[in-house]
């Protein structure tokens, strides 16, 4: 590990907030209180988390269909995110958006666009508006591998480089798009060799290593502020849940499991090999580890009964009575 | 050449997707030209599973699993299609159809023209609308009307298994390109499907029921909801017309002006926003064709004109119900 044991538990303690935020999503849907599609991030935490470990607050951020952990890694709101699940007014996109359109504009999380490959080329407009301003804040643009079969993903690319704007884009690679793998899509697989072949600096990570994806990402950012040039950085993992729909392939957090699996190199849980790292350079952290694997789940679930409970009270007052449509919609 | 494929019984009730699919599979077997192409329509059988099993029947070449990248999938389409073949595009929704509205509109509703006939684009492009489902802003739209306007396509919504099927195959058959709208809740919808090889026609309204006091007529899913308002308003000694709209461009004023000289009054439902909508062009040809027969104005129900909302109140508040429908027809009637 090349990171401080409380950033080491930064990253842990987010990851595991997001897995935790996923599973309550497949533990609630049955209850049929949670609907419309959703998109999970089950063993892919570590790219948001690595990545957004290394931004500013005032960086801004936009994601895609699967946007729960880029919202809750930039800091979100979780009970807030809960809520928009819900379709309550108390939800982060006051139950308008739903689970692909989450937006903070306290977290500068600038939302979710789920048309692909939407929000890369609107990651071009924040970078210009970073610029701008001044601040040395970057926009993150967050895309998947299919994103990129897409035209605009690439007039994105040569946009912001031709402009010189702060943008990082983030490719997540999963290698999957739907049910079609990368492969079969592409004949070019190799995202980052076609952002050099249009002038960006480029980098990869295994996205199941947070710490290799927060490395990649401090170097790339630190690109991308102190030339004011767009990057393109390029994870992989694995999808452990279904493309769509309150499904995980894995089980659901369990202290004894994760600390087992932990020890498993070959592993594919990007929880499971942050604890094996932290484990093995700071054995003297396995208390603070276990508080984490068991507190953050309870408090999760704390949310969701909180959430529930008040989706059914606005049911039970409210009948199926539509709230008046935000001032922003009338003329 | 017509090949049977199969002579289901005449009584046979079949799931609206399935009906889709017994007419590429029949198109497919009589014609070496039609091919499919879409996203996941092959190993995966399509989002909606209409192309189920067409992979393992024809192959490769003829079901093309492709990129995500609607405005290169309908591009090369037009392509292949101005050398003959026939292409059926599926794309996952409408509204990602909008990513290929220039491919669509510049190039196959205008190619054929704009050469003079040199050139033509037999090509259908598949996909269904509608909300209903909480899929929020992005995914829940029919956006029927901005197809409709184009001239050089045709539009068509069938809404019951058999014509589903039925104008699925005239669609592949025309000389033009077809837009082939389907609803995401029409899909399980089942109905009787007549055997064997037939075609319905593209560019036809037809009649679900008869009567006297009042025309609704309906866009996609709304005919179906009209038909339901319709007899529920019977016990209220209503008696409406119900005329499926079929086919958005051309229209079929025929049916419509026939019936509304009949009955003197005159309902128009669809799902999309009804401001400069399918609804507002009916309202309009009717209230032309039939000023001196009209006993009230022509009146229009759309969805609400909001980007669909997630929240379930919201979105059922959002979309005409069988309930909207019949209070239209009552003030439109007078009771
Ligand atoms: C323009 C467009 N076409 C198709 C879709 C349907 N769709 C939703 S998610 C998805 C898969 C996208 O894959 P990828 O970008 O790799 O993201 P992942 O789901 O793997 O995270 C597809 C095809 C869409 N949302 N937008
Ligand atoms: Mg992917």
Redesign the interface.
Known sequence: MDVTAEVALECLERMVVIRAVEEGICAEYSNRNIRGPVHLSIGQEAMAVGVLNVCRPEDVAVSTHRDHAHYLAKGGSVGAMIDELYGLESGCSRGYGGSMHLFSGEANFMGASAVLPGSTPIAVGLGLGCKLDGRRAVAVGFSGDGASDEGSFFEALNLAAVLKLPVLFVCENNGLSTNTPLAARQAQTDISAKARAFGLVAANADAVDVFAVRRAAAEVLDHVRSTSQPAVLALTADRLCAHVGPVSTIDPIDTGAMLAEAANGATRDPIASCVGAILRDEPQLRGECIEILEGVPTRIAAEFRRANAAFEDRNAVAGLVAPPPPKSHTV | MATRTQAPAATDEKLYRVALREALNEEMERDDSVYLIG??IG??GG?YRVTEGLLDRFGAQRVV????????IVGCAIGSAMLGLRPVVELMTI??S??AYDQIVNNAAKIRYMFGGEAKVPMVIRMPGGAG???????SHSLEVIYGLIPGLLVVAPTTPEDAKGMLKSAIRSDNPVMFLESMSLYNVRGIVPPGDYTTPLGKAALRRSGSDVTIVGVSRMAVLAHEAAKQLEEEDVDAEVIDLRSIRPIDWEPIVESVRKTGRCVVVEEGWSTYGVTAEIAAGVSERCFDYLDAPVRRLGGAQ??M??????E???IPTSENIKQLVRAVVGK
């Open positions: 996203e996941d190993k995966f989002a699993d492709a990129p995500i990248a609607e405005e290169v509204n990602f909008l990513v489902h909480q899929l929020s802003a992005q995914h909001v980007p909302p997630y929240s379930l109140p919201l059922k508040a959002s």
